[in-house]
C-alpha cells in the first residue's frame, strides 16, 4: 500500500460542518463590504516577485525570509502572494480603474513561519483596499468596517492600536535621529538588529524582544517628529472615530512590517488570544506603493484580518456556533426506499425552490437512512416508501427530539410550502 499523504506542515484542510464557520465569516464580511461600497477582486495566487520586493519592501522580513519564491518552467521568477495589498495595487496599474476604487477580498496568504497555533504557512484574510484618496475619512471607515465586522461575528474583547509613521516628509529626520541613537546603543540589541539596525531602524521599533524594547523606550518618539500635515491627518482620522463611538488607543510603536506604509497605521488584537499571535486584523495607508509598482501617484488604505484568528478569537471569548447550523443547515433530509426517479424528481423541484435537501444513496435500508439522516444535522425527515409513493405524498416528521409533533402525511404539490412553514422560512 503507498504511504498515506497528508497536508503540509502549517496548512490545514477546513471541512464541512466546521467550514460552516468560513462561511459565516465571509458572508459576514462580504455583506459589510458591500453594504461600504466596496466590490469583489479576484486574484491570481502568484505574481511577479517584483510586485512584493517593490511592493512589501525587499527588506521587509516577510521578503527576506517568508515568502515562497519559485521559478517556473519558462524561468521566470514569481512568488505565492505573502499578503493581499501590493497585489491590488499591481492590478490598480495595469487597470487604470476611476479612482476613489474601493475592493474586497478573501484570500489565502503564504509565509515560511515557524507553525504554531495562529501561525500557520497558508493563512486566509478577509481585506479591505481604498486608492485614490488620501482623505482622512477614508481611513476612518477602513477601520470602522473592520470594527464593524468583528462586532457582527460576536468580538468583543478586543482593542484598536492606532499610530501614524509620518509621511516622506517628516519620517526621513526621525529614521535619522533612530538610527543614530540605535548605534549608540548596538551592543544592547538583539542579535538579529545589531546587523540590520542601521540599515532599517524602524524594524527594530516593533521588535518584541526585551532587549530592543528597552532601547526603543529610550530613544526618539516619532510622534515628535510628525510635520503639521501628518499631524492634521491623524487628527481627522481620530476625530472621525470619536464620532462614530469606536474608542482607540494610541500606540507610537505601531510601525507594522511592510515597508509600504505612511501615515495611518493600526491593528486590531484580541485580548482572549494569546501576546504573540493576537493580532485580528491590521492595515495602514500607503501613499507611495502605486508609484513603487510603476504608476502615477496614487494614495491608497486598507486592512487585512486573518480567518483562523478570528475564529480562535471566537472560541477564545465563549461564543457559541449554536447559531450557525441554521446558516447553511439542511431543511430537510429525504429517505427514500423506493428509488422511484420521481423522488428524484420531487427533491430537484424542492431545491429549486430554495430549500436545502440530501439523500442517502446507494439503496440503504429505512434503518440506515434514519442513521445518516440523524448525523447529516437535517431538522426534518420526508419518508417515502411504497404507501407514501401510492397516493403522491411524503410522510414528514421533526428529525430531532427537541419537536414533539406528530408526522403527517403531505402531498408532493404541497411539499415545498409546508417545509417553509414548518422551518419559519
Ligand atoms: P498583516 O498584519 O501581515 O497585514 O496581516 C493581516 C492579518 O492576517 C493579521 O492581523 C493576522 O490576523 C493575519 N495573519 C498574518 N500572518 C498570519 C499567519 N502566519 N497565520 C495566521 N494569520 C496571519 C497584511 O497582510 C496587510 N496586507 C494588511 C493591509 C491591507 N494593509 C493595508 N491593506
Redesign the pocket.
Not at 82 to 86: C, D, K
Not at 279 to 286: C, D, E, L, S, T
Not at 300 to 310: D, N, Q, T
Given at each position: 500500500m503507498s504511504k498515506e499523504l497528508s497536508s503540509p506542515n502549517?496548512t490545514h484542510d477546513v471541512l464541512p460542518p466546521q467550514s460552516r464557520r468560513w462561511e459565516f465569516l465571509i458572508g459576514t464580511f462580504s455583506e459589510l463590504a458591500r453594504r461600504g461600497g466596496f466590490g469583489l477582486i479576484v486574484q491570481p495566487l502568484f505574481e511577479d516577485v517584483a510586485v512584493f520586493n517593490r511592493g512589501?519592501g525587499e527588506g521587509s522580513e516577510?521578503a527576506r525570509k517568508?515568502m515562497y519564491v519559485f521559478t517556473d518552467r519558462g524561468d521566470r521568477t514569481f512568488a505565492l502572494r505573502?499578503?493581499?495589498?501590493?497585489p491590488?495595487a499591481r492590478a490598480y496599474v495595469q487597470h487604470h480603474p476611476t479612482p476613489p476604487w474601493k475592493v474586497w477580498y478573501a484570500t489565502p496568504?503564504f509565509?515560511y513561519?515557524r507553525?504554531q497555533a495562529?501561525?500557520?504557512?497558508?493563512?486566509?484574510?478577509l481585506?479591505?483596499?481604498v486608492l485614490g484618496t488620501d482623505d482622512p475619512l477614508a481611513d476612518a471607515e477602513?477601520i470602522a468596517l473592520a470594527h464593524d465586522f468583528y462586532t457582527a461575528i460576536g468580538l468583543s474583547n478586543f482593542s484598536l492600536l492606532l499610530n501614524s509613521m509620518g509621511d516622506r516628509e517628516c519620517r526621513p529626520a526621525f529614521v535619522d535621529t533612530l538610527r543614530g541613537h540605535l548605534q549608540s546603543r548596538v551592543a544592547d540589541l538583539c542579535p538579529e538588529h545589531v546587523a540590520t539596525a542601521s540599515e532599517n531602524p524602524l524594524r527594530v521599533i516593533d521588535c518584541k524582544k526585551p532587549q530592543c524594547r528597552e532601547v526603543i523606550s529610550q530613544g526618539p518618539v516619532l510622534d515628535d517628529h510628525l510635520c503639521e500635515a501628518c499631524r492634521d491627518h491623524f487628527g481627522a482620522v481620530g476625530d472621525a472615530l470619536d464620532a462614530m463611538g469606536i474608542s482607540w488607543i494610541r500606540q507610537h510603536t505601531l510601525v507594522?512590517?511592510?515597508d509600504?506604509?505612511n501615515r495611518t497605521t493600526f491593528?486590531?488584537v484580541s485580548h482572549a488570544l494569546d501576546g504573540a499571535?493576537n493580532?485580528?486584523?491590521?492595515?495602514?495607508?500607503?501613499d507611495q506603493l502605486v508609484e513603487d509598482l510603476g504608476g502615477d501617484p496614487t494614495s491608497?488604505?486598507?486592512?487585512?484580518?486573518?480567518?483562523?484568528?478570528?475564529l480562535l478569537a471566537r472560541v477564545a471569548e465563549g461564543i457559541s456556533d449554536d447559531g450557525l447550523d441554521d446558516v447553511r443547515g439542511l431543511d430537510a433530509f429525504v429517505i427514500d426506499t423506493t428509488r422511484d426517479v420521481r423522488v428524484t424528481s420531487l427533491i430537484s423541484s424542492l431545491r429549486h425552490a430554495g430549500l436545502a435537501i440530501d439523500r442517502a444513496y446507494d439503496s440503504k435500508s429505512m434503518r440506515s437512512q434514519f442513521k445518516v439522516a440523524d448525523r447529516s444535522g437535517a431538522a426534518i425527515a420526508l419518508i417515502i416508501g411504497p404507501t407514501e409513493l401510492e397516493k403522491n405524498a411524503v410522510t414528514m416528521r421533526w428529525l430531532r427530539n427537541d419537536n414533539d409533533m406528530e408526522p403527517v402525511s403531505v402531498a408532493w404539490d404541497d411539499v415545498a410550502r409546508t417545509l417553509k412553514r414548518w422551518r419559519g422560512k
Open positions: 502549517g512589501i516577510v517568508e505573502p499578503e493581499g495589498t501590493a491590488v496568504a509565509r513561519e507553525p495562529g501561525r500557520y504557512r497558508q493563512h486566509h484574510q481585506g479591505v483596499e477602513v507594522r512590517g511592510f509600504y506604509y491593528e486590531f499571535q493580532a485580528i486584523g491590521g492595515g495602514g495607508r500607503y491608497g488604505i486598507g486592512f487585512g484580518s486573518g480567518i483562523e484568528r478570528l
